[in-house]
């Protein structure tokens, strides 16, 4: 119902910045709260950042507290990641999601891929030497 096209990744250096932007179309109306998330090869999908459409509460990873920011463009129907400081461990492919037309009492449920109904297709992020 909702589609989600991610954009803006790349290869930087450690300590680089990257901004990465989500573009949602179709009933974007039914997602109360937007996330981002990223895999690694071999491991599994993990919550990086989220937020709520409606209020602006946001939510990080603390791996990523202080050197990412999530926010949103409602005109454009934009959510953006902006990456700062960035670090090898960082690498992965990092994908932006919507959710569903609720909240949650427990914030960490924000974080949890299976909170989330509709994703993008994946935008690729290498921090490297």
């Known amino acids: 119902q909702v589609q989600l096209v991610e954009s803006g990744g790349g290869s930087v250096q450690p300590g680089g910045s990257l901004r990465l932007s989500c573009a949602a179309s179709?009933?974007?109306?039914?997602?109360?709260?937007m996330g981002w998330f990223r895999q690694a090869p071999g491991k599994e999908r993990e919550g990086v950042a989220a937020?709520?459409?409606?209020?602006?509460?946001?939510y990080y990873a603390d791996s990523v507290k202080g050197r990412f920011t999530i926010s949103q463009d409602n005109a454009k129907n934009t959510v953006y990641l902006q990456m700062n400081s960035l670090k090898p461990e960082d690498t992965a492919m990092y994908y932006c999601?919507?959710?569903?037309?609720?909240?949650?009492?427990?914030?960490?449920?924000?974080?949890?891929?299976?909170?989330?109904?509709?994703w993008g297709q994946g935008t690729q992020v290498t921090v490297s030497s």
């Open positions: 999601a919507a959710g569903a037309q609720r909240t949650w009492y427990l914030p960490i449920r924000y974080l949890d891929p299976k909170s989330y109904n509709a």
């Open positions: 937020m709520i459409t409606t209020g602006g509460s946001t």
């Open positions: 179709g009933y974007t109306g039914s997602s109360n709260y």
